[in-house]
């Protein structure tokens, strides 16, 4: 592992997205202090940067909030940098309308089995499902085509899907917020790993001063981000931005943090993921 001494060179990994990418802005840019660190950006679709996590190649990573639940022990949450479906989250969508009750014994299109969209789905449905794992950006096409009956949709395809001529089956962030009285569902965070002691603070503090950069100049931060909308426009990708960059962003708050309790603590309860105490570093 890099030795802890500053300057340091710090690997931050998150998913070439455009809510990410906005995130980053501050410091991709060089508009925020790095505070002696030289950065460096690893870019992977999220569930490879699950795995990553799970081995602890990097020193930050953007992760599933599922998957935090098996690394909690390598990694703390940074208490900025969240990405949660308030009110709205992952999608199932299906070439017709579908009940869904009888998603249970159709075929799905997932992800990845530690994104929190998968955990979210099977939280809904409450049992095993057939589940077929595919990079997230195929799933629209493999619905379409009949690949399988049906997918779980992640990033810009929840605002995408309609052009794809598919129909919505459940939206598992609405579901949730009905489910939990408005807890928003907790999709993705930021994590530091623990064996940098005090530089976990710092690190904290330069990623919330990135995000707040985006914030606060939202117009040059959202052309960065464009460069990692895949074919949105600027209208859906501002609207994409606005979703998962926001106030719960800057801060998880008492709500986000909430809302994680409540998320890992079913998956425990149901036996799907180990009980965890999460940690957040200010």
């Known amino acids: 592992m890099t030795p802890v001494n500053s300057p340091l060179r710090v690997r931050i990994?998150?998913?070439p997205d455009p809510d990410d990418a906005f995130m980053f802005y501050g410091i991709a840019a060089g508009h925020v202090d790095t505070e002696g660190f030289t950065v460096e950006q690893v870019l992977e679709e999220i569930e490879g940067l699950n795995r990553r996590a799970l081995r602890g190649d990097l020193e930050v990573s953007a992760?599933?909030?599922h998957a935090y639940a098996h690394l909690a022990d390598r990694y703390a949450?940074?208490?900025c940098g969240a990405s949660m479906g308030d009110g709205y989250g992952p999608c199932i969508v299906a070439r017709e309308a579908l009940e869904p009750g009888s998603l249970a014994e159709r075929s799905i299109a997932v992800p990845g089995t530690l994104t929190s969209a998968f955990l979210a789905l099977r939280l809904y449905l409450g049992r095993d499902f057939r589940h077929e794992t595919m990079p997230f950006d195929r799933i629209l096409d493999a619905v379409r085509e009949g690949e399988v009956d049906a997918g779980l949709i992640i990033h810009e395809g929840q605002l995408t899907y309609r052009g794809?001529?598919?129909?919505l089956v459940v939206d598992l962030g609405a579901w949730w917020s009905e489910r939990h009285a408005g807890l928003p569902l907790p999709l993705g965070g930021n994590v530091v790993r623990r064996d940098l002691g005090p530089d976990m603070t710092r690190l904290t503090r330069v990623l919330r001063d990135s995000i707040e950069y985006g914030l606060a100049h939202r117009a040059?931060?959202?052309e960065y981000a464009l460069d990692f909308g895949r074919g949105?426009?600027?209208h859906l990708a501002d609207r994409f931005v606005g979703m998962y960059v926001n106030e719960l962003t800057r801060e998880y708050g008492e709500r986000g943090r909430r809302g994680i309790a409540a998320f890992l603590g079913e998956g425990a309860a149901a036996g799907l993921v180990p009980r965890v105490q999460p940690e957040f570093v200010a």
């Not at 794809?164 to 129909?167: K, P």
């Open 13 to 15: 990994g998150h998913s």
């Open 63 to 65: 992760v599933s909030i």
């Open 77 to 79: 949450l940074m208490s």
């Open 164 to 167: 794809a001529g598919l129909q």
């Open 220 to 222: 040059e931060a959202l």
């Open 232 to 234: 949105l426009d600027r």
